[in-house]
């Protein structure tokens, strides 16, 4: 009787330190990322940026006040170097996906669509083919929005920096609203 105790104490108390390092192997496993998935880089209207699947220019912001509603629209010149994952999806070349107006605690709309500067959209083809494209987007955020801002407005462009998607780099140029 002693023997059988000893023997199910033994696979009891076996159990639990297997419980106990899987549990730690999980915690380190999970915690062992990166501590900052997003670092920021600002950049400057009329100066190249060079990513890794991208380069990319703002050449012109221009905004506008309505009673309840201001607007920006940003025409930049864009050559796709290789695909480029916008919005973490594998492959996806439609940089809309990863652009937007970044009012600190505040909200912007997305672009509808990147079009051309005669208004006409860009096709799905053109916008992964690797010429070098000049491009209009149309941001509205609400007023009441913008002027409980503590940081300057900006125009944000997410980009992963791999495939695997485990670290972006955020590129931001402030933007007077």
Known sequence: MKKRNLTIYSLIILAALSLISLGVWQYTRINSGSKHPVSEKIFSQNKWVNAPQVRFKVLKVVT??????????????????APGNYGAIKGNSNILNSIWINVPYGFSNMSQWMKHVNGTRYTIKEL?????????????????????RNAPARLSILIPDNDKFKHFTKYSMLVNL
């Open 64 to 81: 506008s006040t309505s009673a309840d509603e201001k607007r920006a629209t940003v025409t930049m010149q864009i050559k796709q170097l």
């Open 128 to 148: 992964s083919d690797g010429k070098s494209k000049i491009a209009k987007f149309y941001f509205t955020t609400p007023s009441f929005n913008y002027k409980y």
